[in-house]
């Protein structure tokens, strides 16, 4: 089994969550602060290195370092993109001094990005101390929270102008790509690692949370404990992604929530004041080649679809069992659009509560069925 770790303070909760399917046996770490313990690090130069030296002809000068380019890994690029993002970031803390995790102030007003499990037992009470890069310390007030995404919004008043920093675009993100975390791991403010893109849409069932429909940005930057909430910037400083976990007991894998789908939380934030999310009470399964393959095998009466979305199991009392869904049926059409991937049917519903939704399903021996759904609110905690 994994565990989900938080600390806060010096009180460590274990979450009992599924078994890891995709990466061995593990434990998520969230990466929030509280007590820790310090690995001791070598600096002596090995042996086997010779001393390096440049002669002053050959000393390279600030500015004959090479232009940013999208495709290249300057000198500078690094450190450029942490100064950048650097006076935006803050470290949270709770008023006893404890720090609580990272955000990233996002807009002039005060506003912080950081994640809900850092200050979801702060929504109803209690202040967030605010701590800047440049010194400046503030009382900030968690305003709202998603623990489906793991996304909140901390907010902070201030009579001189505070630092903020750009949101860029997570879908541009390859494989391969530089990026830069910034946070307060271990309490220590400030502190900047880089790395690579390992994944730009890590599913959530990879990870072995099943039944959550999301995905996140995988890189090998070192992130640990205070690092949650903290901004993942690319190569231009740009926030791209909010880091929230990691992967205990292995090096170089963790997950940032895409900025793309963080954007969006903040726009239900602005418009509701929550995230509104339909919920039709359906498990899906995208089709391929392979799996339909298999579901032809075992019985022959499985319709002859190549794509859409198997839908194998239907939560009695649902609105998708209201709507005459059924187990085993394949949706291939829905709200007047062709269906291939959960996605698809993901993007079409939207925020979309209380509308009807055509869906047509092929069933057993090539029966075609059109259903009318009507998507209640799904639970916010769920």
């Not at 008023?95 to 506003?111: L, R």
């Not at 920093?165 to 690692?193: E, H």
């Amino acid at each position: 089994m994994m565990h989900f770790l938080r600390k806060f303070s010096n009180k460590t909760v274990l979450i009992r969550a599924a078994t890891l399917a995709a990466a061995g046996s593990g434990t998520f770490c969230f990466a929030t602060s509280s007590g820790h313990g310090l690995l001791p690090l070598s600096f002596s130069k090995p042996d086997n290195v010779p001393d390096t030296n440049i002669s002053k002809g050959a000393a390279w000068d600030a500015g004959d370092s090479p232009k940013h380019c999208c495709n290249c890994l300057g000198r500078d690029t690094i450190a450029n993109a942490a100064a950048r993002i650097g006076p935006a970031v803050v470290n949270l803390s709770v008023p006893q001094g404890k720090s609580i995790g990272s955000g990233t102030i996002i807009d002039e007003d005060g506003t912080i990005l950081t994640c809900a499990h850092t200050v979801v037992d702060l929504l109803s009470k209690g202040k967030v101390e605010v701590t800047l890069q440049d010194g400046r310390s503030f009382e900030g007030t968690a305003v709202n929270a998603d623990l489906h995404a793991d996304i909140a919004i901390v907010k902070i008043k201030s009579k001189t102008p505070l630092p903020t920093a750009k949101l860029g675009t997570s879908s541009k993100l390859r494989p391969g790509d530089w990026v830069v975390a910034m946070g307060c791991p271990l309490t220590l403010q400030n502190t900047v690692t880089a790395g690579i893109v390992s994944c730009v849409d890590r599913k959530a069932s990879d990870l072995g949370l099943g039944g959550m429909h999301r995905e996140y940005l995988q890189t090998d930057c070192a992130i640990n404990p205070g690092n949650s909430g903290g901004p993942l910037a690319n190569a231009d400083g740009e926030v791209v992604g909010v880091n929230i976990m990691k992967l205990l007991g292995a090096d170089g894998l963790n997950f940032a929530v895409p900025i793309d789908s963080v954007s969006k939380i903040i726009e239900h934030f602005k418009r509701n004041g929550r995230v509104v999310r339909p919920w039709l009470g359906l498990k899906m399964i995208d089709l391929n080649d392979m799996i339909v393959a298999h579901l032809k095998e075992k019985s022959a009466s499985f319709p002859d679809v190549r794509r859409g979305v198997l839908i194998p199991m239907v939560s009695p009392g649902s609105p998708a069992y209201r709507a005459g869904f059924r187990p085993g049926d394949v949706l291939v059409e829905f709200g007047g659009r062709p269906i291939e991937s959960i996605q698809e049917v993901i993007d079409i519903l939207g925020d979309k509560v209380g509308k009807p939704f055509k869906a047509v399903v092929k069933r057993e021996n090539n029966v075609t069925e059109t259903l009318t759904v009507i998507p209640d609110e799904a639970n916010p905690a769920l």
